[in-house]
Each structure stands twice: as C-alpha cells, then as structure tokens.
C-alpha cells in the first residue's frame, strides 16, 4: 500500500514539473474535442481529448515501467 502511494505522490509531483513544459509542445487544452463555452458570464471549460490523451500518456508510461 505504501508503495502505491509513494509512487502515485512522485508521478504527481513530475507530472506537476512537466506539464508547463509539455503544454508548449503539445498545446494542452487546445485539442479537437476539447470544448470551451462561457454561460451567464463565467467561462467554463471540458478538456475532453486533452484527457484522454494524458490518460493514454500515463498508460504507456505505465506498461514500460
């Protein structure tokens, strides 16, 4: 269990480092498929695709490790 954790704080904590760096690159948040609208003032914001592919990400990070 305390293995689990430990490994799920250090794939936060580079996630965390990485993901300014990766936004420039990959351009986060502006795929096809995620969807910004704003209603009664207030902008929301549903990163669809941008999800799926950090999920598909860290399942190919997962499998090699």
């Known amino acids: 269990m305390l293995k689990w ?10 996630l ?7 936004a420039r690159f990959i351009r986060f948040g502006q ?6 609208f704003r209603f009664r003032g207030k ?7 941008t999800t799926i592919v950090i999920s598909l990400l860290l399942l190919l990070l997962s499998r090699l490790l």
Do not use: E, K, R
């Open 31 to 36: 795929l096809p498929g995620d969807v910004a």
């Open 16 to 22: 965390g480092i990485a993901a300014p760096h990766l």
């Open 43 to 49: 902008s929301y914001f549903l990163p669809f695709a």
């Open 5 to 14: 954790i430990l490994t799920l704080v250090v794939a936060i904590f580079v």
